[in-house]
């Protein structure tokens, strides 16, 4: 397993990050990294999610929605192929640090038998640089609402 976690500050309630998060279609008017999100945020539904990780090729998947909690928490899980191959649990965390302060947590884990295979150098260091700059996009964007 391999795990990638990234966090920031916002200087934003959890309420404007998750606003911001759930408009899913101005993803592509603000987001490096998820350059766009299609379907309903609803738990057990699949939708539809393309990155484009900092100088690598673009990714389309389908994952499962496994949790979806007001300006609390929105993960998903994805795989390749089938489940074990290589699956991919995402997550964006959100935690009030005071009236107008927020912690966003944004984390992947990887699994299964293609992990060490697919997740290593370069692609690794990518996902990093892309989960960077999507946190740092939503900053700015939640900050200057």
Known sequence: MREIITEIEIAAPPERVWAILTDLPAFPSWNPFIR???GRLIKGD???VLI???GQKAMRFRPVLLAVISSSELRWRGSLGFRGLFDGEH???LR?????RTQLLQRERFSGLLVPLIMRGEMLIAT???FTAMNEALKSKAEAS
Do not use: V
């Open 52 to 54: 484009s990780p900092p």
């Open 36 to 38: 766009s999100i299609a």
């Open 91 to 93: 997550s964006f965390q």
């Open 96 to 100: 009030s640090l005071s009236a107008n």
């Open 46 to 48: 699949r939708i539809d």
């Open 128 to 130: 990093r640089r892309g």
